[in-house]
């Protein structure tokens, strides 16, 4: 008990710890290079918080990160690196706007569900290769989900190309397919926050009801901790991977569909991998797997990532150095898993000789 | 419990490199609609004239009270490539004119989901002319466009149809052109190499310039054509490189960007390894000679130009001495200096070619064809 409120505390103190000292060693690095950091952060946080239009954007931004940071997130707790995400957010979105192209006369409820749900199963599919080859021939779900990351940037520049446009780029989407809200729009000052946002904050506390409230929740995270004491326990290894991976790449591809449908209302030949599905990843470290924490480093990131544009023309400071930022706090995340594990492994090291006695 | 995070370190180590990896340079580059009937109204303004649009601000006569943004696209401004070279040109636009620093800014797009919020931003600062660097932010750029009517737009390489926004565009098949028949004069083994980046519109004027270049001096050498999908992986572009100098190309020209680092590092390592062979690269945007320098000289025969910085000179000098050509194309060619290519390493007789091509080109004799695939 006593640890676990230990833990408790810790997975709080982490996080926040992380996140400050990210920031220092960012103001560190820029008075080392003559940038003057208060100004900085200042024209960052300022920017963002002060116009409704930037904060809305940085809002539209931590909602895709949302989706892709639980997702991995799913993923993780179940022992896997889902490390695929940025390619299950593509195949998402290219589905989303297939079916949304494809069906532009339907009720908007309609076809808002129907490019939502694509996305949901395209994303699933993709991870479940991976879930599948994982739990029936024990192969690598790192590599299998990088090798699909390139084959959906591949398949879906040809589906750009040749199927659902002409060129590098598809129309765009009716009416009825997009996720705008008048209100929260104008609200916004014409930003690009949508439906979406709110999808977000359901599929969140879908997530913690799953994960802490249903046997199969339980299922995942126990095969996560010990696969061996699981499946002798009576659980199924293979479906629980399996299932893990589905539900992550579907969070993964319904974040794709959003990002497709509300941010752009296209899609277009991708010269590379979404930057979403990698910063998903830091997301999740960051929240370290819980999903209202992960839900709040969205934001941060979001932030971030908007406000990084206010640096070079507001403080003269490079806007790198936002992912300078954004790298040292993931840094300090990994750092502490060091550190936490060295101060375990000497717990139980003591536990252990005084059990010995 | 500790191997999982072991492993989940491990696993952070791998996506550190895969983030790395992933952080896309997007040079080269691509682009969308291009119609023919273009307005060539491309003026190169040298003339170090001075702002004189009445709205001086009392306090310093002199000031010059004109300021241009950039928005880059997915490569940074320092991409030693396309955006790198706008922003050259807007820093060399500020030196002739005599504007300040606060005069020009630029916006970095690390993302497609950056082009509107930086282009909102710039809006919001009050620029006069705000330039979207690639086909990519035409999207992006139409859209900002249409809701702010009074702000004017420039774009690169794309065609918008807003009457506020300028398009620049360029005739790269011409330069293109000019580099194949170097190649073509060039080469011993009777076959030569293209590698593009990301298939499209423009990708394709390099490619049938080029491909008709070659022709034009021999129809019977060979042109090997790949494309790297991708405008930032040195790696493929490395491979490619391989497979066509293996296959027996001594000349390979990519319009690729980045990609093409792979081009010239493989290149290197074949005339390291064995200097007896002989091997050429052609650059593309901006000289690229010094990527090609190794111990026994330099193995980069010439380079295609791309004036992207001149034009964003030319469209803002033209906007504050005639006012703003908003709703036109402003297509860039040899002709009006936009494009070309240096002379590089090529022998005397090749650049006599180059030179002779050039001037069939400029007088009408010669009729470049602009795409092979992109245009069904």
Redesign the interface.
Do not use: W
């Given at each position: 008990m006593l640890t676990q409120s230990s833990n408790r505390l810790n997975n709080l103190l982490v996080p926040i710890l992380s996140i400050i000292l990210g920031f220092i060693f960012g103001a560190l690095l820029m008075l080392v290079f003559g940038y003057n950091p208060i100004l900085a952060y200042q024209a960052m946080l300022t920017g963002v918080f002060t116009s409704p239009?930037?904060f809305g954007?940085a809002l539209r931004?931590a909602t895709v990160l949302t989706f892709t940071g639980l997702g991995f997130a799913i993923a993780?707790k179940a022992?896997f690196?889902n490390?695929g995400i940025?390619g299950q957010v593509l195949v998402g979105w290219v589905s989303a706007i297939w079916v949304a192209l494809a069906f532009p006369d339907l009720p908007r409820i309609v076809l808002v569900s129907l490019s939502l749900l694509a996305g949901v199963v395209a994303g699933s599919i993709w991870a479940g290769i991976a879930g599948a080859l994982r739990a029936y021939f024990g192969t690598n779900e790192?590599i299998v989900t990088?090798m699909l990351n390139y084959t959906a940037l591949?398949v879906t520049?040809y589906l750009i190309?040749n199927v659902l446009g002409t060129?590098?780029?598809t129309e765009?989407v009716g009416e009825n397919a997009s996720l705008r809200l008048d209100w929260l729009t104008s609200l916004t000052a014409?930003s690009?926050l949508n439906l979406g946002f709110f999808i977000a904050i359901i599929v969140v506390v879908l997530y913690w009801i799953f994960m802490t409230q249903t046997t199969a929740g339980f299922e995942v995270r126990a095969v996560?901790?010990?696969p061996y004491a699981s499946s002798y326990a009576g659980m199924s290894a293979a479906k629980n991977i399996i299932l893990s991976m589905v539900i992550s790449g579907a969070l993964a591809g319904l974040g794709g569909a959003i990002?497709g449908l509300g941010?752009?209302g296209?899609i277009?030949?991708q010269?590379?991998?979404?930057?979403?599905g990698?910063n998903g990843?830091a997301v999740a470290?960051l929240g370290l797997g819980n999903p209202i924490g992960i839900f709040f480093s969205s934001i941060l990131f979001g932030v971030l990532?908007?406000g990084?544009?206010?640096l070079?023309?507001r403080a003269g400071v490079p806007?790198?150095m936002a992912?300078i930022v954004i790298a040292a706090i993931i840094f300090f995340v990994?750092a502490n898993?060091?550190i936490?594990?060295f101060l375990?492994?000497v717990q139980t090291n003591k536990q252990a000789t005084e059990g010995g006695e | 419990?500790?191997m999982?995070?072991?492993?989940?370190?491990l696993?952070?180590g791998?996506?550190a490199f895969?983030?790395a990896a992933?952080q896309?340079q997007?040079a080269g580059d691509?682009t969308?609609?291009i119609e023919d009937d273009t307005e060539d109204t491309a003026t190169d303004n040298g003339e170090d004239t001075a702002a004189d649009n009445g709205e001086d601000n009392g306090d310093e006569t002199e000031e010059i009270d004109f300021r241009i943004a950039m928005i880059t696209d997915?490569g940074?401004v320092d991409d030693r490539s396309f955006n790198q070279s706008a922003w050259e040109g807007m820093n060399e636009w500020a030196d002739n004119i005599g504007a300040s620093e606060d005069n020009y800014?630029?916006?970095?797009s690390?993302?497609?989901?950056?082009f509107?919020?930086?282009l909102?931003?710039a809006n919001a600062?009050g620029y006069d002319i705000i330039y979207g660097i690639g086909?990519?932010l035409l999207?992006a750029v139409n859209d900002v466009a249409e809701?702010n009517p009074e702000q004017n737009f420039g774009i690169v390489d794309a065609i918008s149809e807003n009457d506020n926004v300028v398009s620049l565009t360029f005739r790269d098949h011409e330069a293109a052109f000019l580099a194949g028949v170097a190649a073509a004069e060039t080469t011993e083994t009777g076959r030569v190499g293209f590698i593009g980046g990301?298939?499209?519109?423009v990708i394709d004027r390099f490619q049938t310039g080029f491909e008709a270049g070659v022709a034009h001096v021999d129809e019977s050498i060979e042109v090997d054509v790949q494309y790297a999908?991708?405008?930032?992986d040195a790696g493929i572009g490395q491979q490619i490189a391989a497979g066509m100098f293996a296959n027996g190309a001594d000349v390979v020209y990519h319009a690729a960007g980045a990609v093409g680092n792979g081009v010239f590092t493989e290149a290197r390592n074949r005339l390291e390894s064995d200097s007896d062979t002989q091997i050429w690269v052609i650059g593309v945007d901006r000289d690229q000679e010094e990527e090609g320098n190794w111990d026994g000289g330099n193995f980069t025969l010439t380079s295609t130009l791309k004036g992207v910085g001149s034009s964003i000179e030319a469209s803002a000098n033209q906007t504050i001495e005639e006012g703003f050509p908003g709703g036109e194309t402003i297509a860039y060619g040899l002709e009006e200096e936009g494009v070309d290519v240096t002379r590089g390493n090529m022998s005397d007789e090749a650049w006599d070619a180059v030179e002779e091509a050039r001037q069939l080109i400029l007088d009408g004799d010669l009729e470049v064809p602009e795409f092979t695939y992109?245009q069904e």
């Open positions: 239009y930037f954007e931004q993780f022992g690196f490390i940025a790192v990088i591949h520049n190309r060129g590098n780029t765009r014409g690009r996560g901790l010990n990002h941010t752009f296209n277009f030949t010269s590379g991998l979404p930057h979403v990698f990843i470290l990532d908007v990084a544009g206010f070079p023309n806007d790198e992912s990994g898993y060091l936490r594990f375990d492994k | 419990m500790t999982i995070k072991l492993r989940s370190l696993a952070l791998t996506s895969v983030l992933c896309g997007d691509t969308d609609t997915e940074g800014a630029y916006y970095q690390n993302d497609s989901a950056d509107i919020p930086n909102n931003q600062e086909f990519m999207d809701q990301i298939a499209g519109e999908e991708s405008f930032s992109s």
